[in-house]
């Protein structure tokens, strides 16, 4: 796959996902050492806190870096480019490099707010059909503006975290009244985030073209969501306790700079966008990111992010028309990725169709919602530099009992 | 007012809803100095930082002393009352007390998630019969659980913050297609918030009995709203971008503690509510809060907080049911507090029923929503201890033109 790749002095394996076209930042500790800030290469981990000496990078998130906004992030993704590829830096960079299975990975940014978007037009096709059967599928704004929320962002927390099985109050349109347990109906979303690092100021919007001088890059997303507690609560004012528990994302941020390769236009609009959401003659950011859903290991879907209706860039300008500022360390993410085919839904709900088609595992058995025991899995990969291919970090959870 | 008011060696107004009693917290500054910890007492503001030399107040927010926990907010509130009631503390304590006249109030907590509950059956019935008209006011859910969204976190601002009129996409149900520009039906909602100080950890529970070892205090809050803006976004994911421009909150976060005698019984709940939600076996926390709401001076509101159907105890304990953790500076609002009558609705879009019947104001003029140059002034108060009437901060806003 790195077939024109740069060269470099690392001995990098062939089809690794982190290559120098890719060079996504985390934040990691080895033991006994506190949280700082990593680049991924190949299958180690440059400590940035410890080859640059900048102590932005022993924060122990990328905040603070973020906050130094697109010419500070070129200039040291620059740097690093140089360090990779050139041989005479050979000396000062390989005694910070750790092999990515010694260190343990950490949430890679203090999440300021976290907005989950709504925008693949088949899951939110699929939704509508399950959740209002008797209405559109989709509701008569969703191809005027990106319909998103904002969810918990203090339960974000990083791949890898059990995913305890949330309680609450489910009522079946047959029941009488709700009761009260552990969910029945746990399930995925598989999504991309996008993480601000540039902040706005009140009152002012953030144009199409201003999506790279604010975001700073893309991880994968989890977003688990109890599907029974959601269908009770969420109307009218939308999804709460069904989604509040726990939301994963890999530990890698993709830069913006590494998907250059990766964009593509996006579907067509019809209607056209209104002036502020119209990127027809710009240069719109929809990215072909493939995605793998996996359970307990054997891919169940594979999610095709460049069909999604709206953009990154698109959701950006819409979360800010109405001059809501920004700030570092904001997640938003994509909401459920899902393609026409039934192998390429980005939820168990859309997989299952409901519950009521169970899905078939390789192994024999049958799975409409998550069970306890379950592990998730969802990897992403685009096309990188030079013909490359980059990969981000998976995002992973193990379903745990209700307590 | 003050009849059995504790003895203090201040010389404070007779009709002050800030004293003894009372003691909320902010954050303040003077000319040429850095953001502090203050006590508002009287006319006056105690300098915690100065007085107390303690570094946790002089942190320019107060979440680090409320993370510290119910003992030593305890410890504190002792410590205040023991300095302001006894002559002998008169040579230490004076000369850190500042006029409140001479200082800026800041946003006194550094907000971690936002949380708008809608737990006024008034409100809820009012926007019900507007905004579906066609259906029960109440959605089927609303009398089992306190239904409750995330709002925008890093847009919630202090008192007297200037009101910028949003724009954004607006559609009647008689327009073919969404337009853009300013807001045309920017509204208020008077609420109660309350301030998390305790975090939780991921996966347990808050019950109703810890709701005072959790929570802080309480501020006043207006949660702006661009009503058009609202009605066309809001299905099916809830309020986004009509909310999230905007949130003020009072400066000055009352402590639980100086609410002991404003506790009453809530309104009886018919069906009675799920374990996790019943109260009537314990010690409700209803609250007897007046509210006032002025429009350019004048008072057009007086929703009463006694009657809301949720408490706030039951609306934490909902929050965490599903296992969500808490964090020092969670901020979680009433939602809209109105009452029965038209001259107690907490949001001029229930004041003129949706701008079909104009509110007369005393200068003669009508009002149906906010116009640019108008100046919103919500108070609130309640009983204090020994007879007392306690003060809220007042929170304020004057309409700025859309830019």
């Not at 200039?75 to 050979?90: N, P």
């Not at 096709?125 to 209002?132: D, K, Q, S, T």
């Not at 399930?187 to 100021?201: K, L, R």
């Not at 953030?206 to 507690?229: I, Q, T």
């Amino acid at each position: 796959m790195t077939t024109t790749a740069p060269p470099t002095w690392l001995d990098l394996p062939a089809d690794t996902g982190f290559g120098v076209g890719n060079l996504p930042y985390g934040v990691f500790s080895t033991p006994g050492t506190g949280r700082r800030t990593g680049v991924a290469i190949g299958d180690l981990v440059l400590d940035l806190a410890a080859a640059t000496g900048d102590g932005v990078h022993a924060t122990g998130s990328l905040n603070a870096f973020l906050a130094r906004g697109p010419e500070a992030w070129r200039e040291l993704r620059a740097q690093l480019t140089a360090w990779f590829t050139d041989d005479g830096h050979r000396g000062t960079v390989a005694p910070h490099l750790v092999p990515r299975s010694q260190v343990t990975m950490h949430l890679p940014v203090e999440v300021a707010d976290y907005v989950d978007f709504y925008s693949s037009q088949h899951h939110a096709e699929n939704l509508g059909r399950m959740f209002r059967p008797d209405s559109e599928p989709l509701t008569p704004n969703w191809k005027h503006l990106p319909i998103g929320y904002h969810g918990r962002a203090g339960t974000v927390q990083v791949s890898g975290t059990p995913v305890l099985r949330p309680s609450g109050q489910r009522k079946a349109p047959t029941d009488d009244a709700p009761t009260f347990g552990p969910s029945q109906r746990l399930d995925i979303e598989a999504e991309i985030g996008f993480v601000v690092g540039t902040p706005s100021e009140p009152g002012t919007r953030v144009p199409l073209s201003a999506f790279p001088d604010h975001v700073f890059g893309a991880c994968v997303v989890n977003d688990w969501s109890a599907r029974d507690l959601q269908s009770w609560e969420y109307v009218p004012l939308g999804p709460f306790l069904g989604k509040s528990f726990l939301t994963s994302v890999s530990p890698w941020v993709v830069p913006l700079a590494a998907l250059e390769a990766a964009r593509v236009t996006p579907p067509a609009r019809d209607p056209r966008p209104l002036p502020y959401l119209d990127d027809t003659d710009g240069e719109p950011w929809g990215l072909d990111i493939a995605i793998e859903v996996r359970l307990n290991g054997e891919i169940v879907s594979c999610p095709p992010f460049d069909l999604m209706y709206w953009t990154p860039a698109q959701q950006l300008a819409h979360m800010t028309v109405n001059g809501a500022s920004l700030r570092t360390g904001d997640l938003y993410a994509s909401g459920t990725v899902s393609g026409p085919q039934a192998d390429q839904r980005g939820s168990f709900i859309e997989l299952s169709w409901g519950g009521k088609e169970p899905l078939r595992l390789p192994d024999g058995t049958t799975r409409t919602f998550l069970e306890d025991g379950d592990l998730v899995t969802i990897t992403a990969t685009a096309p990188g530099p030079h013909g490359t291919r980059i990969a981000f970090g998976d995002v992973t959870g193990r379903i745990e009992p209700a307590r």
